[in-house]
């Protein structure tokens, strides 16, 4: 019995140096062009919705494209780093992470409700807040849920505005604070009280009240923050070099070109209009301030 | 003579009572320190939808689900063979304290950290996957070879012409002695590595994880419940096709299938190394500049007081209660994979069911016992915090019980199948008093001894449950991954990596001290 293991053993090993080897023969074709987008919300039909992107894509472009689906904000930025995927669809702040990782890489394109984005601030009926035009100053002490750590709508931003209208940090006002991981959840937690208080996107909360997801006797919004750039297009500064010397604008106008309604559903927005790296200076200076980002960097 | 074994029975008995008592004082002290305050609204709602969902399996789309499978299966196997391979290598210098050390620094380091570290080089690749689970267990595996290697009986090895340990000694004195708990314990390993392939798909990797939660948080409950039940077939129906015989074919089919492989970039590989993980204030430094140091101490210092402070008292506190809670629930859960317990009315009355090995096999009811054990180390913890935090609100009481409920269930599981090895007298008691008076003292050495086990497995599943904003030294490792300093998630791990390498050592003096087998024959 011994000699037969011995035997798979020296087997195992070289199957598995064998496939090894070759897998460094196999360099998967850099000339397919990749993009990704952050999981932020409805994440089961993200494949369906970007594919459709990627064929679109193609269409315009004469070129393979492909959509990875990544499972975290994080995930994103590290596959454009590394240049996985040369192109994606990032929030504020993931976006300003990304472009500070690969120097060179641009914001080429945003959608036109980006400009002017914000967050609710939504309450459980039981915490006895009641919406307000300025910011309520009650929900200190109380327990508070974010979104996920790397979102601009879930995190940065209502954490800016927490502590700059309160004058300390989230973990210090709160009795408790969570990272609940997505928009989503973060509604459902407040719906049901888990958290008497959270920071959700508003795109998302409108689009699950439209779908009758919400109990709004439940949960209300008590607040909106001032409105912030958001989500945008970012593509690496080295496209160029592998496409052709014109393909970053061929890119930028295949994108701000796109206007079949059902395409526009996947982000969802009405309409991409142009964009650059300074619009997003606010989310740097607010993720320096927040901590999120050093400002040597 | 007697006297002096009686004796030294009664203090070794008091040596584990006391032992037990410091570590209930210990949970009782830190749960005065932790807040475990009830405050949820109405959880019903939520809990309704997630029932429904658990009635009403819905598969979305059978490609997914059965890749997802086979990619879960296969990480798996891979993993597990790998790192039986690396860890006997690892185990046969198990007596440097230097090798005990570097296995309890990789396996302090939980499966998705792993997989985030090989991600910044290989992406989101077959080789991260296998790796992520390779180098954890191979750690885990060598610490429960080495100490199986140390516990065989010494009389063959005595019996030898030659004393002097060496190669031969090795393997016809040592090995023979250990291969049957070995191979046991590797499959048992390999049910635990298919957990922990599906939980790698929380962040990308193709496998049940990765649409499981994706179908949680958006609250898909249908389509969640679907991939669960898949992933518990696959771990309860292990035993029916996973046979020794056909290892092999399999290995080569997954090996074929899913071929570990990635485009390693060695400028990212580089980068990783010579930037990445270097501490901030010293990237591009003259290192010895006293201005450099000093801005690493400082640096140090707000790190320190931040991150590395609260997180190791969080981290201690939280697996302190939940490592005591474990047990009481595993004391409580093993008899439902006992056959003491569960056991057929017809065979307990003729009073022989100890000599019908062959028959316990088909008792059904000892079968639903371990099935509800299955469920219940197959919940995610980060599921079961979920569904704690919507009863009872944010506080360390949700992940108490997540920590609880999934590690009493793997030991009250492995408790259970300990009690197979006892045989009773018979006219031995049944029930209650069997429990308390025959199978609790027989197998209180063995318990102590799996819970000390699973105490670094504790602490460093603290790590996921960040839904809870519980701040854990995970919890900031995983915050430093989000925010891309891989310096300061280096250094955190290090710390982690401390703790642990100090738990392991001391539940190693326990183990000498009370004379406990970490690992029990039977297993």
Redesign the interface.
Known sequence: M?IQLLR??I???L??IT??S???S???STKTFVFSAI?D????NLQERFDKVARYLENQLGIKVRY????????A???FR???VQLAWFGGLSGV?ARR?VPGSQAIAQGTEDPFFTSYIIA???SGLAPREDFPAAIAGK?F?FG???STSGRLMPEYYIRENLGDTPDNLFS???????H??TI??V?????QVGAVNYKVWDKQLAAG?I?RD?VKVIWRTPSYPDYQWTVRGDVNDSWGPDFQARLTQALLQMDDPDLLASFPRSGFIAADNQLYQPIVDTAITVG???ADQ | MALSANRSIASSASALRNISLWFAVSALLCLVLVDIQISSADPWAELARMTAGALSPSVWSWPTLLSGLANTFAFALQGVTLAAIAGFVLALGYRFALIRAFCAFVRSIHELFWALLFMQVAGLSSLTGLLAIAIPYAGTLAKIYGELFEEVDPAPANNLPHREPGLSHFFYAVLPLAWRSMATYTSYRFECAIRSSAILGFVGLPTLGFHLETALSDGHYSEAAAFFYALLLLIGTLRLWLHKRLLPVYLVAVFYYLPPQATISWQLLVRFVSEDIVPAPLRGEALWNGETISHFAQWFNLLWQQQIWPGLFNTVLLGQISLVFTGLLALALLPLNSPLFMRPRRLISRGRFMSHGRLMDRNWKRGIGDSILILLRTLPEYLLAFIGLLIFGPSMLPAILALGIHNGAIIGHLLGRYTEELSLRADANSGVTLYFYEVLPRIYRQFLAFLFYRWEVILRETAILGILGIATLGFYIDSAFETFRFDIALLLILVSAALNISVDQFARYLRQRLQLKTVPESL
């Open positions: 011994r798979s053993f087997a195992l090993t199957l598995f496939s090894i070759t897998a460094s196999l360099e998967s999981p919300q409805d994440e089961a990875i689906p990544v499972k975290s904000y994080a995930a930025v590290t596959a590394n240049n996985q992470q990782l459980h009926s039981s327990t849920t996920s750590k790397g408790k604070v969570g990272y609940s991981g997505d989503s959840r459902a937690l719906q049901s009280g888990a958290y997801k109990d439940k999120i980002i050093d």
